[in-house]
């Protein structure tokens, strides 16, 4: 690299926060894939375990990354909902909203986490401790109403007596 493409891509990491080791980490993703493109979701993730959440200059560098095209990344990102487009808690409580969730329930659900964290939907809670959310399924049918907590632990059958039991201390 001459001297001006050094600089440029010391703006870059200045700006976006990707680090040289960073980078190399994101090689290391990409590398068992026979088309880089193929890691754009692990890829997302790593930026997202490094921030918290994927920002529109993540997405930028993640684009030209992999080289394609922006509107893909930002699609990916905006489709799946393990994706965070803002800071969240510390804990992310996802609510499944589809109709045998709905119809067991989850809509009632819903309302006690609100009130009991005392934020709606969509939002984090003043101490940054809970991000409320709901999902569109969680794939859990059989234990409607169901909740996933911090992205991995389900909890379902759930009703107002024990709601307040799934949340993390």
């Given at each position: 690299?001459?001297?001006?493409?050094?600089?440029?891509?010391?703006?870059?990491?200045?700006?976006?926060?990707?680090?040289?080791?960073?980078?190399?980490?994101?090689?290391?993703?990409?590398?068992?894939?026979?088309?880089?493109?193929?890691?754009?979701?692990?890829?997302?993730?790593?930026?997202?375990?490094?921030?918290?959440?994927?920002?529109?200059?993540?997405?930028?560098?993640?684009?030209?990354?992999?080289?394609?095209?922006?509107?893909?990344?930002?699609?990916?990102?905006?489709?799946?909902?393990?994706?965070?487009?803002?800071?969240?808690?510390?804990?992310?409580?996802?609510?499944?909203?589809?109709?045998?969730?709905?119809?067991?329930?989850?809509?009632?659900?819903?309302?006690?986490?609100?009130?009991?964290?005392?934020?709606?939907?969509g939002?984090?809670?003043?101490?940054?401790?809970?991000?409320?959310?709901?999902?569109?399924?969680?794939?859990?049918?059989?234990?409607?109403?169901?909740?996933?907590?911090?992205?991995?632990?389900?909890?379902?059958?759930?009703?107002?007596?024990?709601?307040m039991?799934?949340?993390p201390?």
């Amino acid at each position: 690299m001459n001297n001006e493409e050094l600089r440029m891509k010391s703006e870059e990491f200045k700006t976006t926060g990707m680090t040289p080791e960073f980078v190399a980490r994101a090689e290391q993703i990409a590398k068992p894939y026979e088309h880089k493109q193929a890691a754009l979701l692990p890829l997302l993730r790593l930026c997202q375990e490094r921030d918290g959440y994927v920002t529109s200059e993540v997405e930028t560098w993640v684009s030209e990354y992999l080289c394609v095209p922006l509107v893909h990344v930002h699609e990916v990102v905006s489709f799946y909902t393990l994706y965070y487009r803002r800071p969240m808690g510390k804990h992310v409580i996802d609510v499944c909203r589809n109709i045998s969730c709905t119809l067991r329930g989850g809509e009632e659900v819903l309302k006690a986490l609100e009130q009991h964290l005392g934020i709606k939907e969509g939002e984090t809670t003043p101490d940054g401790k809970y991000s409320l959310q709901t999902v569109e399924c969680l794939c859990a049918c059989e234990q409607a109403p169901v909740l996933q907590v911090d992205g991995g632990h389900y909890v379902g059958s759930l009703n107002l007596e024990n709601i307040m039991e799934a949340l993390p201390k």
